[in-house]
């Protein structure tokens, strides 16, 4: 499903070139739980960036079932994250202005949906991810593992072919940890999910079907 | 273009709704008052504008004036003259005078200036001195050896100055008048008046029967002021009046001051000019600053909403939107504002020089202030969303 070949990343700092990535190829099957790990430098989550099309590679190529997206516009891409893909990331991106279930619904109502429907099924989210309760909070009324949460809802309400998280909680405390990461096993168990997640603590390994293992830009072991 | 308004939309009310409700009332009271200057000052200067229009036909032309033609001193045969003008649907009447220079004395102070026939009747159709007295009484058909001056000419008792005036005369005073032709003739003063500082208190009147007797003329005037029903169908009559057969000067109000108001209000409308592009730039930094100070604090915010596929335009959309928003409330607390403040302007006017000034608020005067706040607004909310939105996802998030 997914195909990734030769893919390169170059950051140019003032006159130095970082090189993040320096040749990584490999694939990914549809339902696949997948985990990157390696020091911090490795460039694990500069390669999620680059397949979550929130970056642009400076070589190489990228295919999700059969596209090529970097031979995508700037607009194609915003559709295709929209459509296709979904993010967690570690800091809780979620935003302040809005309610944990306007944040959920949000993508939908890009999306073009009604909005008693966005709501239904915002709701229905965050049940999933056992924050019903929670819904018509704002961000500063919730704790760090319910904005994860949030998050998650929201990267799973257009029913993503991918889901990215990088390192999602590495600023939760254990407990809560244990809890997002039982629920993107369920996700992939229950739902067939196809996820993506950089991580760099060992305990995390037992949630993942297989882990890519990077170092300095390049795959150590698969 | 208007694909997903509604997104931007929702993203504009709650960004409004959730904001700092201090920073919301205050952006607001600066455009209200943006828009209240905006307004205020022309309409002020179209006030003086109008004024001096309104006093110029008032006191001075009527609607149309018909003056002797080219080499002619007098207009002959001015009664039937009148009667066919006064014949026609639309006038309301004709009032012919005199002219003359003269000199006007009082014990040891004289001063020049231009006599007026008035024949009373008619006047009081057709001009307004009547409702001007301040002392004493207007001219009747009987009067022969009476006069009526303005205020500048009789001067005021206690006021001592440079002005040139006969020192504060008062009702009941004898004033000797010496005509340009010679004759020397003493009139009691019958009565002040005070209409405008556009010169017309430099007038005095006798009756039209005691100037024809000075004169030794009949049937004759300097000038016929025509008064019309309506406001704004001079052309119209004055082509009808060159129908009827009137070989003399006939010239609409408007072409009689043409460039006079214009001379008054010029200085008034450049200050105008400055004050209202002074308004817009205010405007634009206020607005400029609120949204910029938004999209900086937002940033990652913006990155986040392209990270999930919301589409840069609905960003810069719902940045435009609070702009707007900022905007019309603006105008809405503005108009209120305005509208109090010109319900007070209306019954306790200005005091002006000129006269008293009501502020006069046209149509296209609203029309492009609201325009021109409206479009400062939209470039100033969407320069500084534009710049943030289109930055990179992960420079917008992690900076």
């Known amino acids: 499903m997914i195909k990734v070949k030769n893919l390169k990343r170059i950051y140019h700092k003032g006159l130095v070139e970082v090189h993040a990535l320096k040749g990584v190829s490999f694939e990914v099957k549809n339902g696949e739980f997948l985990g990157l790990m390696g020091p911090s430098g490795s460039g694990k989550s500069t390669l999620l960036h680059q397949l979550g099309l929130l970056d642009t590679p400076t070589g190489g ?49 890009m999306m073009g949906k009604k909005k008693k429907d966005c709501i239904n099924l915002g709701m229905e989210m965050l049940d999933k991810v056992g924050l019903g309760e929670r819904a018509h909070h704002l961000q500063r009324e919730l704790s760090g593992g319910e904005q994860q949460r949030v998050a998650i809802a929201r990267a799973l309400i257009n029913k993503p072919k991918i889901l990215f998280a990088d390192e999602p909680c590495a600023n939760l405390d254990t407990e809560s940890s244990r809890h997002i990461l039982e629920l993107f096993r369920k996700l992939n168990e229950d739902l067939g999910q196809t996820i993506l997640m950089v991580s760099h603590e060992e305990w995390h390994k037992k949630y993942v079907d297989r882990i890519i293992y990077l170092k300095d830009g390049l795959i150590e072991k698969m | ?120 009747a008619d006047e009081i159709i057709v001009t307004k001195y009547h409702e001007g007295m301040i002392s004493g009484e207007y001219l009747s058909e009987s009067d022969t050896d009476e006069i009526i001056m303005g205020l500048d000419l009789t001067g005021e008792e206690d006021k001592e100055g440079d002005k040139a005036d006969l020192g504060g005369v008062k009702v009941g005073d004898k004033i000797e008048v010496t005509f340009s ?77 043409a460039g006079m108001t214009e001379v008054v209000v010029s200085s008034f409308r450049i200050i105008t000019l400055i004050s209202t592009i002074v308004s817009l730039i205010i405007a634009v930094v206020v607005i400029f600053v609120i949204i910029y100070i938004n999209t900086i604090y937002k940033r990652k915010q913006i990155g986040i909403l392209k990270a999930i596929g919301i589409d840069q335009r609905v960003i810069i959309r719902s ?60 470039i100033a909310g969407f320069i500084p969303s534009w710049k943030t939105a289109r930055e990179s996802i992960l420079k917008a998030i992690w900076g």
Not at chain 2, 53 to 66: A, H, S, V
Not at chain 2, 210 to 219: A, I, K
Not at chain 2, 228 to 248: A, P, S, Y
Request: some cysteine; glycine content about 6%; charged content about 20%.
């Open chain 2, 1 to 120: 273009m208007f694909k997903n308004f509604k997104l931007s939309f929702f993203l504009a009310c709650k960004s409004i709704k959730r904001s700092n409700i201090g920073t919301t009332v205050l952006t607001i009271a600066i455009m209200s008052l943006i828009f209240v200057n905006l307004i205020f000052l022309p309409s002020i200067v179209e006030g003086i504008a109008e004024t001096i229009e309104q006093q110029t036909r008032d006191y001075m032309y009527g609607n149309i004036l018909i003056e002797p033609k080219e080499d002619d001193f007098y207009i002959d045969n001015v009664d039937s003259l009148q009667k066919k003008i006064n014949r026609l649907p639309g006038v309301l009447g004709t009032a012919s005078r005199y002219m003359v220079g003269a000199t006007f004395t009082h014990k040891d102070k004289f001063i020049g200036g231009t006599l007026h026939s008035a024949s009373p």
């Open chain 2, 181 to 257: 032709n010679g004759v020397i003739k003493e009139y009691r003063l019958k009565g002040i008046f005070s209409v405008s500082k556009m010169g017309m208190d430099s007038f005095a009147f006798i009756t039209e029967k005691e100037m024809e007797s000075v004169l030794g003329s009949n049937n004759q005037a300097s000038q016929i002021l025509v008064k019309l029903n309506e406001l704004g169908t001079e052309k119209e009559f004055k082509k009808k009046f060159m129908e009827l057969g009137i070989k003399e000067k006939i010239k609409t109000w408007e072409e009689k001051t």
């Open chain 1, 61 to 109: 190529e990228i295919f999700i079932d059969e596209i090529n997206l970097l031979k995508l516009s700037e607009s194609e891409k915003t559709l295709f994250r929209l459509n296709q893909l979904g993010y967690v990331f570690q800091e809780y991106a979620i935003l302040g202005e809005l309610t944990a279930l306007e944040n959920v619904y949000l993508p939908l109502l």
């Open chain 2, 319 to 378: 940045y435009i939107l609070q702009a707007l928003f900022y905007c019309f409330s603006g105008i809405i607390i503005g108009s209120i504002l305005l509208w109090i403040l010109v319900s007070y302007l209306t019954t306790n006017p200005i005091s002006f020089p000129i006269g008293t000034i009501r502020p006069v608020i046209g149509t296209s005067l609203i029309t492009q202030s609201i325009l021109s706040l409206l479009i400062v607004s939209l």
